[in-house]
């Protein structure tokens, strides 16, 4: 079909971004500060800048007192500073707080701040715009344009290609956006970063990136309820020993409180639902009184990446580079990647600027892949290497007492145990469903706790109906064999938005996708026991419209 359809247009900048998260916006206006003259455009696949962020989010302000100096004295949505931090472990009615002098010092959320990632990045892609960047929202980055083994650019998706792959009314050609460097800012398992990787080998010699599935909920509390500046997290229930994750609750803005759970990809029950196991988390009498008289504003869930240090795959290839998520830039142990996000956009960009300042264009940057590990983000990440693999081999209680052992001894320069290995890639952990006990979770009573599809009717998802799945499985016949008969389906409970459905028939079950209803969480690319599932970008401006988030 693609030699029925015209030539695509092509347009030519000095530097493509593909992502308008922290990072994408953080590179391009860095690049316009040292050279205003530089062509930057950045690529969104959300319908608005921010409408596909979700994140918790405490920020630690390093990335922004870097890149903006003067933030402090401007109107921002950096409204919140933190107050109190509170973290506890959960048991099913108990909640013991652990005293925050035990806790080693780069836990500590004193001076970072409250906010919506969204907000900030509408923000920030404002700052840019004034610079003179131009940002293409509602275009989704399709494919990888090479030349001679180089990233020369990425063209944008085709609109106006209906369910059976032909042109319908509206048709409009993607474009083709061709550029001297191109960055990755796609976040977590981001689609293009993905073939990247794998084409370029960048993960060669790496530990392979591990993944939680984070889900949020804004709610607007009653005022008595609300406690501006608070944070606190917590372990434990309703997750047993052997399943890692935790929560996050921050009080902030307007009585708001954005409150949410990741729960680590790695788990092996495939009758685990991470959004049933969120909803159950919020009935603890600890915490089920803060929702008290309040209202949820929205919903919405996306993955996180969890691999730190030894996971960070090479950054550079010719032509290009990734930042932020899309090379796991994540600090897990304080749920931290937007600092980091804009540092590695920022340095990445002073690599670019000196590169175009010497006539260079389509080669490999290595000076920037040299320098993140001697910088603050290699800081930032090396001293909690070893939390995420001591948690995933020990279960949580004595992980999180070791790798707390670890951050200290970290701290003061130093590590008994070197670097520890992750293991098995997250596809890889699951057990067949006839090992595992089923879970039975309670009703959602519609008040406190809730069901999957009036959750994302609150994330605002629509997606164009007559249009190609986004969900590509490659092997429908192993879906059934595997995921089904062996594995009991747990597409089925892991997708945050009830995309996948095993429905019978006759005495037969057969695979449903709802793919309108996709968040564009990633999920599934991820955790699929035979990585049968490929999320592919649907047509621009689709997926969920969070507002808040
Ligand atoms: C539940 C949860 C809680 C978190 N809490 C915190 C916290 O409290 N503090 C903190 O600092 N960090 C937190 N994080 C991590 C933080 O959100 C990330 O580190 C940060 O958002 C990464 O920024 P990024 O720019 O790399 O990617 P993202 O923020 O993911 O942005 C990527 C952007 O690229 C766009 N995009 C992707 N692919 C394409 C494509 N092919 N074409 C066009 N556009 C594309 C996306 O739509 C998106 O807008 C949390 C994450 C989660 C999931
Ligand atoms: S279909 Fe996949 S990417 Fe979409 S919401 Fe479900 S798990 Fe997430």
């Known amino acids: 079909m693609a030699n029925e359809l015209p030539n695509r247009e092509a347009m030519e900048f000095d530097v493509v971004i593909v992502g308008a998260g922290p990072a994408g916006l953080a590179a391009a206006i860095r690049l316009k500060q040292i050279a205003p003259e530089t062509g930057v455009v950045v690529v969104e696949k959300g319908a608005e800048v921010g409408a596909h962020i979700l994140s918790g989010a405490v920020i630690d302000p390093i990335g922004l007192d870097r890149l903006i100096p003067e933030w402090r004295s401007e109107d921002t949505p950096i409204k919140t500073a933190v107050t109190d931090d509170h973290f506890y472990w959960l048991g099913q009615t108990a909640a013991v707080r652990l005293p925050n002098i035990l806790m080693p010092p780069l836990m500590s959320n004193h001076g970072n701040f409250i906010v919506s990632l969204g907000d900030v990045c509408r923000w920030l892609a404002s700052k840019a715009e004034g610079l003179g960047v131009e940002i293409y929202p509602g275009f989704a980055a399709t494919e990888v344009l090479s030349e001679n083994g180089a990233v020369v650019g990425v063209a944008t998706g085709d ?59 804004l709610w607007q509390v009653a005022p008595g309820k609300h406690r501006p500046g608070l944070v606190q997290h917590s372990f434990g229930w309703p997750l047993d020993n052997s399943t890692g ?30 959004f049933e196991e969120f909803q159950r988390y919020k009935t603890h009498p600890r915490i089920c009184d803060t929702f008290e008289g309040g209202k949820r504003l929205s919903y919405g869930a996306r993955a996180i ?36 996000a804009i540092l590695s956009g920022m340095l990445a960009a002073e690599h670019i600027a000196d590169a175009l300042s010497e006539g260079r264009a389509n080669d490999e940057i290595a000076s920037y892949d040299e320098a993140w590990s001697e910088g603050d983000i290699g800081r930032d990440l090396w001293r909690v290497r070893n939390a995420k693999p001591l948690w995933s081999k020990l ?5 999180i007492a070791t790798a707390g052992l670890d951050m200290w001894s970290n701290t003061l320069g130093f590590s008994l145990l070197g670097t520890l290995g992750h293991g098995k890639p997250d596809a890889e952990t699951l057990k067949p469903a006839i090992e595992c006990r089923p879970i039975a979770y309670p009703r959602p009573d519609g008040r406190l706790t809730f069901d999957r599809l009036s959750s994302v009717f609150l994330s605002n998802t629509n997606h164009e109906e007559d249009q190609p799945v986004h969900l590509h499985v490659a092997d429908m016949a192993l879906q059934q064999a595997s995921e089904h008969d062996v594995y009991a ?20 079950v057969r695979f449903v996708i709802n793919a309108q209803n996709c968040v564009h969480c990633k999920t599934c690319d991820i955790k699929d026991p035979n990585r049968n599932i490929t999320w592919v970008p649907p047509e621009g401006g689709g997926g969920p419209k969070y507002s808040g988030m």
């Open 245 to 274: 994750g935790g929560s996050f609750l921050y009080h902030f803005g307007d009585n708001l409180v954005s409150v949410g759970f990741v729960i680590h990809l790695n788990y092996s029950n495939p009758y685990l639902s991470p």
């Open 305 to 340: 990446t969890e691999g730190g240090y030894q996971s960070v795959p090479k950054l550079t290839f010719p032509g290009g580079a990734l930042i932020g998520c899309a090379a796991g830039f994540v600090n897990v142990p304080r749920i931290k990647g937007s600092h980091n």
């Open 159 to 217: 609109m106006g290609i209906g369910k059976d792959g032909t042109p319908r009314d509206g048709f409009t050609r993607g474009m083709e956006l061709r550029a001297k460097y191109t960055l990755f800012a796609e976040g977590a398992r981001g689609s293009l970063s993905r073939i990247l990787i794998a084409q370029y080998g960048l993960d060669r010699g790496r530990q392979p990136q591990k993944f939680g599935i984070g889900l949020k909920e």
């Open 395 to 399: 279960g949580t209680v004595l992980g």
């Open 489 to 508: 389906g747990p597409s089925a409970r892991y997708c945050p938005a009830g995309v996948y459905e095993w429905v019978e028939e006759g005495g037969k």
